[in-house]
């Protein structure tokens, strides 16, 4: 293949990627105003994970509502996976952008655990955290990437 012809089809290929970043924010489908005080000091509780493709949907009605939470204090995010008790570092960057540090966890062996989406994993997906948004109907939204696969965590 000829190198201009390369070259375009990467240009394209750019473009597409771009504009279409930039709809998804002019969508509405993220609220205007947050801030990051937005999301602190209140407990989420995960409700969906967007995965590849997939959707896992957790159903609160069939699992224990304490696991699988997230909470935002000053400087430093706390939570419960599946059972573990975790704790982590995390920072704030520009343009929504976010980084959380290495998670600290309890040991305990798990009673209940998703087959589809491990306690292991919800860490793992934290930890790759890139950036956060609130959405219209005021769920969390944490980007993470694994991989180069982008995998989001909704939370309400």
Known sequence: MNISIKKTIIKVA?????????SCVSSGKFMNN??????M????NLKEIQKGG?????NRMNIPSDIYTVRFEYKRLVGV????RYRALYYERENHGLSIGRIASTRIAALYEMKNFTEYEYFECLQKVTHWYILRNGSLE?????KGAQVILIFF
């Open 34 to 39: 947050e801030n990051f005080k937005d999301i």
């Open 41 to 44: 000091d209140k407990d989420w």
């Open 54 to 58: 997939d959707t896992i949907t957790i």
């Open 81 to 84: 996976g599946a059972p573990n």
């Open 142 to 146: 944490l980007i993470s990437n694994d």
């Open 14 to 22: 750019f473009f597409v990627f771009i504009s279409s970043a930039f």
